[in-house]
């Protein structure tokens, strides 16, 4: 199968181009480079399976041209972080949303056979229930969340309207190997690694209570797997074990929690990666942390629930938090 993996090169979509290759299939790479690094795929220039196209999703018939011929859509691309979208909203928009829906139409175009895009759990909002299920969402909490929501609403009516078929995978907090520890919207786990190795205190927003569903980049690459690859007769039949009916006459759209479904507070956090990296540097287990405010947007506590995702499509994680946070030191240390 021919599959368009849209933000390739960036952490999250480099490992599924490198994960779809390895499978066999034909990988259409699309990034402007804006977060994304050529080096992230440096490895697959070579594989005569794997092209590259140094596009934006801003421009419609780029996406167009990048969808040529494709089987499948795996739409990564997107700018991350809340703080960056508070920073920034209107770019923010036009990335998240307005490049999401053209991607959404080229693909409806060409005719895929079927679109699955990252979705966040920044979705769940204020929603203080604990584990989140999908189908019982708040209200958003920055204009990061807000994007994301937006493309599952414009996805359910794609499907509802043109027949595309669509599933998000709404993301909890994934990490691994060539998560980016630089720039100012750094994700704690790459962060934090980058400054135990340099000898740094690591920053900690708040008290260190807040936690977070921690999920390792294997689990998501065997999840966009599923949801790519599940005969749609399977999806509806094992969807009315879950008291979902999905009508016949329309294409099916769905969402699905993707994480391990446990939770880890960004205490437990520190010092786990202390002591993962205190293995290869004894002077990393005297690092202390450094608690300041509390930062604008953060939600307390995020856990999913899985059930949902193991029950349609039958997504199995392999790596808990814990195993996925030594394979990630073992991994920075080696490339820092």
């Given at each position: 199968?021919?599959?368009l993996?849209t ?5 999250i ?8 290759l ?5 990988v ?5 480079l804006?977060?994304g ?10 594989n005569p399976?794997f092209?590259?196209?140094k596009?934006d999703?801003?421009d419609l018939?780029?996406?167009k ?5 494709c ?9 991350g972080s809340v703080p ?9 928009n036009?990335v998240n949303i307005n490049?999401f829906l053209?991607m959404?139409t ?11 895009y990252?979705?966040?759990s920044?979705?769940y909002?204020d929603?203080k229930?604990l584990p989140?299920?999908?189908?019982k969402?708040?209200t958003?909490q920055s204009?990061?969340?807000i994007t994301?929501?937006?493309?599952e ?7 509802k309207?043109y027949?595309?078929e ?12 060539r998560?980016?520890?630089y ?5 704690v786990i790459p962060?934090?690694?980058k400054?135990?190795?340099?000898k ?9 209570s807040?936690s977070?569903d921690?999920?390792?980049?294997a ?5 966009n797997?599923?949801?790519l690859?599940t005969?749609t007769a399977?999806?509806?039949e094992?969807a ?8 016949e006459?329309e294409?099916?759209s ?8 446990g939770?880890?507070t960004?205490n437990?956090l520190f010092?786990?990666?202390r002591d ?7 002077a990393?287990a005297?690092?202390?942390?450094h ?5 604008l947007?953060d939600?307390?506590?995020s856990?999913?629930?899985?059930v ?8 199995d994680?392999?790596y808990s938090?814990?195993?996925g946070f ?8 080696n490339?820092?």
């Amino acid at each position: 199968m021919k599959i368009l993996i849209t933000g390739g090169a960036g952490f999250i979509g480099s490992n599924l181009c490198e994960h779809f290759l390895e499978k066999g299939h034909e990988v259409v790479c699309m990034d402007n480079l804006s977060t994304g690094k050529k080096e992230n795929i440096a490895d697959l220039l070579a594989n005569p399976n794997f092209a590259f196209r140094k596009d934006d999703i801003r421009d419609l018939e780029a996406c167009k041209k990048a969808v040529h011929k494709c089987d499948y859509v795996l739409h990564q691309a997107a700018l991350g972080s809340v703080p960056r979208s508070i920073n920034d909203p209107l770019t923010t928009n036009e990335v998240n949303i307005n490049g999401f829906l053209n991607m959404l139409t080229a693909a409806r175009d060409e005719g895929v056979k079927r679109f699955v895009y990252a979705a966040s759990s920044s979705t769940y909002g204020d929603s203080k229930m604990l584990p989140k299920v999908e189908d019982k969402i708040g209200t958003p909490q920055s204009p990061y969340a807000i994007t994301k929501y937006v493309n599952e609403l414009y996805a359910q009516i794609f499907s509802k309207l043109y027949g595309i078929e669509t599933i998000g995978l709404r993301y909890f907090n994934v990490f691994g190997k060539r998560q980016d520890p630089y720039g100012p919207y750094a994700a704690v786990i790459p962060l934090w690694v980058k400054a135990f190795i340099h000898k740094e205190q690591p920053q900690i927003n708040g008290d260190g209570s807040f936690s977070r569903d921690f999920t390792y980049i294997a689990n998501v690459a065997q999840a966009n797997e599923k949801a790519l690859f599940t005969p749609t007769a399977v999806i509806r039949e094992r969807a009315a074990t879950y008291n979902l009916v999905l009508p016949e006459e329309e294409a099916i759209s769905m969402v699905f929690n993707v994480a391990f479904g446990g939770n880890t507070t960004l205490n437990a956090l520190f010092h786990i990666l202390r002591d993962n990296l205190s293995r290869h540097d004894a002077a990393i287990a005297t690092i202390t942390p450094h608690y300041r405010e509390e930062r604008l947007g953060d939600i307390p506590h995020s856990q999913a629930s899985i059930v949902k995702a193991k029950r349609i499509l039958d997504y199995d994680p392999q790596y808990s938090a814990k195993q996925g946070f030594a394979l990630a030191c073992e991994w920075y240390y080696n490339n820092l």
